[in-house]
């Protein structure tokens, strides 16, 4: 069973990786055939993803994620997908045309959402910049040198978190003591519990005391930045992709969100509201939980793909486990490979002009799955072989 991978942040959002040709070298280390590029509002990663995957004899997948809003959950009080903002519902887009091309009126409300999250980070890095300059730091931050140099264009509250810490190692020689004292006192008295060279922990403590709830550079976001659910969904079908819906499934104590925590009702509700398609980020999930939904779902007709994210600066593989590095079940990667084959027949359809697994309106033929789980099989199996290992 071929190893894959459909869902993988790179810097074109927020990644863990210095580049795309990180992720794929990556990939072809570690053996994994199928990856699927996944960054947050935007597709500008597809052509170096395409070319890094064609000289590495991989099998790429081009998709995208948004954070929407359900008015319905959120008034309801629902948890949906965000376990800290009920009706905040994460969607994924998979298997989207490429070359890329989105009509309008989806292209402006692609872009016009981008440009409020960008804004939103912006006026943070204000807030931030206000906290420096009361705690003496010496220095600010220059948001237009985050955005060239940290950013290919889509900035994200962790790009400012990075910047932060950089800024402050560089303003404090890497003296750990400095960095420690300065780090107390831009958190408000707070000491730094992470060791400085634990460099995703120390970005994580700057967000958490910061830049969310509670924290003094903190920006509540406008609604603006958030399109309906609904909407995303149109945007997802109209650049030929299908809408997916991301699980986030079991924490570490065994619990679910409001909408999550019933399999049945859950697996009902995603139909009623036109997804056949839905993922999960294995890493987050414990393997007999994990095994227990992705086979009902599986079961019920639903294309159900893996990925293990990587949007934030720890590092992993990209190999995938499930939480606390468990290999998972044949089962598992069963699911997964068929879901990947269905995604890779959809976007070499759509490609062509022709009807992928989903119409114009986002519909699906379950009843068709079989099909393009054997076409996908037979496009990924006709890969050429990878020129850089050799074979």
Known sequence: MKKVNAHLHTPYSFSAFTDVNQALD????????????NDFYTTAGYEAWAVGCKERGLYPLFNIEFISLNEADQQAGLRVNDPGNPGRTYLSGKGLSYPFVLAEPFATQLADVTNEANAQVEAMCGKVNEILAVNNAGFTLDFEWIKNELTKGSIRERHLA?????????ACGNVEIKIQELFGKLFAGKELKSAINDIAGVE???RANLLKAGGGAFVPEDPKAFLP???VCD?????????????LADDAKGGYTDFENDLERVAKQLTERGFHSVEFITTRNGVELLEK???YLHDQGFVVTFGSEHNTPAMEPIELFARNSTPLTDRLTQINYEGVCVVAAHQHLVAQGLRGYVDANGQ?????????????DELITALPPNPLKGE
Not at 26 to 37: D, L, N, Q, T, Y
Not at 162 to 170: Q, T
């Open 162 to 170: 990075k910047a932060l810490r950089l800024k402050v190692y560089e």
């Open 235 to 247: 945007i997802i079908v109209a650049g030929g992709g299908i809408p997916t819906y991301p699980f």
């Open 293 to 295: 939904y992705a086979s």
């Open 204 to 206: 994580n403590e700057i």
């Open 26 to 37: 990556m990939a072809v280390a570690e053996g994994v055939k199928v990856v699927g590029i």
């Open 364 to 376: 699906a033929d379950r009843s068709k799955r079989g099909e393009f789980i054997k076409l996908g």
């Open 229 to 231: 659910m609904q909407t």
